[in-house]
């Protein structure tokens, strides 16, 4: 049987796209740039969303009452990269689900600020339950990934 030599080619995909956000979305993203993160207060079981909603889940009402949160944090669960993917990004090896103050609900972010010589020992030192607090970017457009990533309080 013959060889044939191995041909390597290096691809890269960008899909444009543009989404609406809703009022509660936008807002939270306008809070975002302020370096706030904003939640909304169901009227009838007073339930608090963080990220916001356009209605709550549960009793399907329109949450009126927006609060500023003071952006303490809890990790709810976590996932640890062990290797860095050839050809992506570099990005923080540690994804969180948030939950800000008494949410009811949850977001994916980034958790960092924790040091580490190889990624193998973050499944160690990474817990749910931690305590966390936001880290900001510098400069800021109203974007999600205006907050940096969540670390833990001492």
Aim: overall charge neutral; hydrophobic content about 40%; proline content about 6%.
């Amino acid at each position: 049987m013959e060889e044939i030599a191995v041909k390597r080619t290096v691809y890269s995909w960008h899909a444009r796209y543009k989404v609406t956000l809703g009022e509660a979305y936008a807002r939270f993203l306008e809070g975002m740039k302020q370096k706030k993160i904003l939640g909304n207060i169901c009227p009838v079981c007073n339930g608090l969303y963080v990220p916001p909603r356009p209605f709550c889940d549960k009793c399907l009402e329109q949450p009126s009452e927006w609060i500023e949160t003071d952006g303490m944090a809890t990790l709810v669960t976590f996932n640890v990269a062990l290797i860095q993917l050839p050809g992506l990004p570099e990005v923080y090896p540690i994804t969180g689900m948030i939950k800000v103050g008494n949410s009811v609900t949850n977001f994916l972010h980034f958790v960092s600020g924790i040091e580490y010589d190889d990624r193998g020992e973050l499944v160690e030192k990474v817990k749910v339950g931690m305590k966390l607090r936001p880290v900001w970017k510098e400069k800021r457009v109203g974007d999600i990934l205006d907050l940096d990533y969540f670390e833990p309080v001492s």
